[in-house]
């Protein structure tokens, strides 16, 4: 089955549950008697979703789906950096679960250094001044102009 | 009228704004020449710098001017490397990049800046004509009608999406809709939804899922196919010699004639934006030209560069339209704009005019100013701005990454957040994989809260869903919104059926 016909049917799990959450949506006593509650769209909507999810799931290939689009071939997964893919989605992840306890300057730095080797640079007198800069630059920036508060520092260093 | 015009001119020319639309038109073409980085993308890394700024009119000024630097800078890349960072300006590297190959760079950027500052001008003069008598109009319009008008606009950027896509838009329309019933609304009592997550008491980010949806698989797509991002990377030649001859002027000026005037329709309608108006100008004005000129077209021809160009910026002015009066954005990127005005306070839609007239005019009359930016300052600047297209891509990824990160935090102050954004960030990319156009989930997500506001007033009123076919106008509306759904998959059916025939070959009558 085509990746396109296995998201479909996500969504149409994804309607189902959103669906069986609308119709279960515990109304308050006095909202029983108005004649829009706060599911009538939500109900609707999960209708929706799965006749368009199943049109999706059953309808022909059509020989223009091959062309058309933004040019994404999927035989060519294997060339793809799949690895640094997820090197990248891993990075963000960590300094999103970083950030707070060892504060904006490390967990930036370090995130940029961090992304530009797993994309393969190695030049680290580069890298690293690049790394350091940025990170102070934008916490000026933000803290500064914006006047937006991150706390620069780690957990141990009270400011 | 009148009054609001020069508050407007006021507003626009202050030396706040001014700044604004300076700033805004280099940031767009700065990162706009960014292979890979559309005007969504750039719009939603800065919608929080707009949002801090705080004065509404400045922050529309300065994403507008965003957007015509984005663009701008996307036909400058396309020029150059013959690597478009905007859908928007595909067309413009047809003529484009073989004029920059005959070693013409300059006067194909030269080219470009004209007949961009020309669509955007006939644009911003339609636009001085079209908003406020649209806006008289939607005044008339009860929550019925722009229930029904929401339908419209979204089933309109559905049937557009393209072959093949318009039940996979449809379906992310759906999901944006659902996607916005999540956390607490002004119309019920308590939180819908949230899987018991506390984050989401507040429903969904809007910038989260503008970068999770744009910008966050654009630079996943540049890393896992690095040709994408440096395909072309042989430069078209020095840019010198920016002129433009007489001669050329005259044959350039009819194409961008029509085609700022097409642009603008085209941009006008929802769901069909600068895109299709390029590519559109670029065939019509293909099939008019005659003889050797219709030769020329894709080997450098300057007619070829000035159709794609106009049409492109006369329908991003085109597509303030709906945004401005009926508060329904039309594309992608007004749809981003109109999540910043009312991350700003702002309630767009018909009163727009009337309540904050400094508002809507500023943002007209800096339309303007930022076509003057762009030609006055943006071209002399290009040889230098261009040398941003030498970042290597170990740096730019990290950046691109980094300030989505951002956005994200800055909005929101909560570390949550950014797992949100990169979990949805990954689903997006996936999607767009499977060929699922992503723009219609953002709309769907801006216009669910207000399409079930209308709806829910709608139904109080009438006490049910008899308004659907009692209010002529209501009925009207919604009718042509089917219509749009079935007509692609009606003609898609024929189109198969007429196929199968033919495979046949029984002497099965054609079509019917």
Not at chain 2, 225 to 242: N, Y
Not at chain 2, 281 to 299: L, M, W
């Amino acid at each position: 089955m085509a990746l396109d016909r296995w998201i479909a049917l996500i969504f149409l799990v994804i309607s189902l549950i959103y669906g069986y959450a609308a119709f279960n949506y515990p109304l308050l006593p006095f909202e029983r008697g108005m004649a829009f509650l706060p599911n009538t769209q939500p109900m609707a909507l999960s209708a929706l979703g799965m006749v368009v999810a199943l049109i999706i799931l059953f309808s022909p290939k059509a020989r223009s789906d091959d062309e058309g689009g933004d040019g994404i071939d999927l035989a060519q997964l294997r060339q793809f950096k799949i690895g640094q893919t997820l090197g990248l989605v891993a990075a963000m992840v960590l300094y999103a679960l970083l950030l707070r306890p060892i504060g904006f300057l490390a967990a930036t730095s370090l995130f940029i250094a961090g992304c530009s080797m797993v994309l393969g640079e190695r030049k680290f007198h580069v890298l690293i001044p690049i790394a350091l800069v940025t990170a102070v630059a934008i916490w000026y920036l933000v803290q500064e102009t914006l006047g937006i508060y991150m706390r620069p520092w780690p957990w141990f260093i009270n400011n | 009228m009148f009054e609001g015009i020069v508050a407007g001119l006021s507003t626009a020319l202050s030396v706040q704004n001014l700044i604004m639309v300076v700033a805004g038109c280099l940031i767009g073409t700065f990162i706009g020449m960014l292979p890979g980085l559309g005007p969504m993308s750039i719009i939603a890394i800065m919608i929080p710098v707009a949002i801090s700024i705080g004065d509404p009119a400045a922050a529309l000024i300065m994403l507008a001017g965003v957007y015509y630097g984005a663009i701008f800078g996307g036909s400058t890349s396309s020029i150059l490397i013959n690597a478009p960072g905007v859908a928007g300006t595909v067309a413009t590297s047809f003529d484009g990049y073989p004029m920059a190959r005959k070693g013409q760079a300059g006067k194909a950027l030269a080219v470009a800046a004209v007949s961009s500052f020309a669509g955007g001008t006939v644009g911003a003069v339609l636009l001085f004509g079209f908003a406020p008598a649209l806006a008289t109009v939607a005044l008339l319009f009860h929550s019925a009608e722009y229930f029904a008008l929401m339908v419209v606009g979204l089933s309109a950027i559905a049937a557009f999406a393209g072959t093949g896509k318009v039940a996979k838009a449809l379906l992310m329309t759906v999901v944006g809709l659902m996607m916005a019933t999540v956390g607490e609304s002004a119309l019920f009592n308590a939180p819908r939804f949230t899987m018991g997550i506390q984050d989401l008491q507040s429903g969904f980010s809007f910038i989260t899922l503008a970068m999770a949806m744009f910008a966050l698989p654009e630079a996943f797509h540049m890393v896992l196919d690095p040709k994408r991002g440096d395909r072309g990377q042989q430069s078209g030649g020095e840019i010198k010699d920016l002129m433009i001859t007489r001669k050329e002027a005259k044959a350039i000026a009819p194409v961008i004639g029509r085609q700022s005037l097409q642009g603008f329709l085209i941009g006008v309608m929802p769901g069909a934006g600068a895109t299709i108006a390029s590519f559109l100008g670029y065939a019509v004005e293909r099939n008019i030209a005659k003889g050797e000129d219709q030769e020329q077209f894709g080997k450098g021809s300057i007619k070829g560069l000035a159709a794609p160009e106009t049409a492109n910026n006369a329908a991003c002015t085109g597509s303030f339209v709906p945004l401005l009066t009926l508060g329904i954005p039309g594309s992608g990127t007004t749809a981003i704009l109109l999540g910043a005005l009312i991350a700003l306070n702002v309630d767009p839609g018909p009163r727009l005019m009337i309540d904050r007239p400094d508002i809507f005019w500023a943002v007209i009359v800096s339309m303007y100013l930022g076509n003057v930016v762009l030609l006055i300052l943006n071209l002399p600047l290009i040889p230098y701005i261009a040398k941003v297209l030498a970042v290597p891509r170990n740096y730019l990824i990290p950046f691109i990454l980094f300030f989505t990160l951002m956005g994200s935090y800055i909005g929101q102050n909560n570390a949550t957040e950014l797992l949100i954004l990169v979990g949805l960030g990954v689903c997006a990319t996936i999607m767009r994989f499977a060929d699922y156009p992503l723009a219609p989930l953002l709309i769907g997500f801006i216009l669910g809260g207000m399409l079930e506001d209308n709806f829910a007033r709608a139904v109080n009123i009438t006490d049910g869903v008899s308004f659907m076919w009692q209010r002529p106008g209501t009925l009207i509306l919604l009718l042509i919104g089917v219509t749009l759904i079935f007509l692609p998959a009606w003609r898609r059916r024929r189109a198969f059926a007429r196929q199968r025939a033919q495979v046949r070959k029984e002497g099965v009558a054609d079509g019917d």
